[in-house]
């Protein structure tokens, strides 16, 4: 519940309340950011260690995979900024709306 929660709050944040499509990388840009998920997976394993560490009770069980999660969610999402950035810096496109 904790996990799929986050991923439903930032992906409204984002669309701007489901109204808009989130953009949609180029494979090759998907291909680098994919080259650094270990960064966001240790993030996110961190946060849940830290937490779990820190919070003796029933509801880190909740606490736990939200905040991996979310953690998660946002260094990938950095990853693939920093993706896009080192392609569009050797001649690749930014990402493009997937309506377009």
């Not at 986050?6 to 984002?14: D, G, H, N, P, R």
């Not at 989130?22 to 997976?41: C, E, F, R, W, Y």
């Not at 991996?68 to 896009?84: D, F, H, K, P, R």
Request: charged fraction near 15%; glycine fraction near 8%; hydrophobic fraction near 60%.
């Amino acid at each position: 519940m904790g996990a799929g929660s986050s991923f439903v709050i930032l992906t409204a944040l984002l669309s701007r309340g489901f109204r808009r499509p989130l953009p949609q990388h180029k494979t090759d840009v998907v291909a680098l950011a994919a080259g650094m998920n270990l960064v966001s997976i240790l993030a996110g394993l961190a946060v849940a260690m830290a937490i779990a560490a820190l919070i003796d009770a029933t509801v880190v069980w909740a606490l736990c995979p939200l905040f991996a999660a979310m953690v998660y969610l946002i260094v990938e999402s950095l990853e693939e900024l920093l993706a896009e950035r080192l392609q569009s810096s050797h001649g690749a496109g930014q990402a493009e709306a997937v309506d377009e």
